[in-house]
Nanobody
């Protein structure tokens, strides 16, 4: 599986973005998908994950209520809607795929995409 993330950019605090991650391969719908982020000088951290059906989602406590993960299996794409952005959300956001949701939540996906940078101005 190859993953291509996009949608990052510069936004004011309180603003919104929608990140997208397009996947190649006909087996996209069998993978759980997730988003991680890495802020400057920090380790990469889990943000959100969605099951292969889209029926189950998990979020880091720091983004609950502000971020929403979703997927469109017909388009081989997973999305991350990020609202009410804060300066502490500044990071490179990575999408990832795994055969199990648990692997994403524990930070051990099978595939990584390249990142897309989100910058928040205060």
């Amino acid at each position: 599986v190859q993953l291509q993330a996009s949608g990052g950019g510069l936004v004011q605090a309180g603003g919104s973005l929608r990140l997208s991650c397009a996947a190649s391969g006909r087996t996209f719908s069998t993978y759980a998908m997730g988003w991680f982020r890495q802020a400057p000088g920090k380790e990469r951290e889990f943000v959100a994950a969605v099951s292969w059906t889209g029926s189950s989602t998990y979020y880091a406590d720091s983004v609950k209520g502000r971020f929403t993960i979703s997927r469109d299996n017909a388009k081989n794409t997973v999305y991350l809607q990020v609202n009410s952005l804060k300066p502490e959300d500044v990071a490179v956001y990575y999408c990832a795929a795994a055969t199990s949701l648990g692997s994403l939540v524990t930070g051990s996906p099978d595939y990584w995409g390249q990142g897309t940078l989100v910058t928040v101005s205060s």
